[in-house]
């Protein structure tokens, strides 16, 4: 069975920081290109970073620019997002997936993870 499974979601205040993980099950990330997408309440769900596999081009909304870090291990079969530097503005819904290009969009993705809940709030 193909999965996307999240974690380290969670609470906390402003200026603080998570590391959401994404392992991939059923399927290898390589040769994908990994994703994060957030959707906050009664919002689009918007790319927030990108990062290919063999040519390294990474990509940032720039809203979470200098403040987010996406990184990945093939060997884990596993993607991660640092997120430091929280803002109130950052709660939402945070979805890993992958595509096969770097673009951001909702309409390039293949495989969704469920979601994690992150709330920044003081």
């Known amino acids: 069975q193909l999965e996307l499974v999240e974690s380290g979601g969670g609470s906390v205040q402003p200026g603080g920081s998570l590391r959401l993980s994404c392992a991939a099950s059923g399927f290898t990330l390589d040769y994908f290109t990994v994703n994060w997408f957030r959707q906050a309440p009664g919002k689009e769900r918007e790319g927030v970073s990108c990062?290919?596999?063999?040519?390294?081009?990474?990509d940032y909304a720039d809203s979470v620019k200098g403040r987010f870090t996406i990184s990945r291990d093939n060997a884990k079969n596993t993607m991660y997002l640092q997120m430091n530097s929280l803002k109130p503005e950052d709660t939402a819904i945070y979805y890993c997936?992958?595509?096969?290009?770097?673009?951001?969009?909702?309409?390039?993705?293949?495989?969704w993870g469920q979601g994690t809940q992150v709330i920044v709030s003081s």
């Open positions: 990062l290919t596999d063999r040519s390294g081009i990474v």
């Open positions: 997936a992958v595509s096969s290009q770097c673009s951001r969009t909702v309409s390039s993705v293949t495989y």
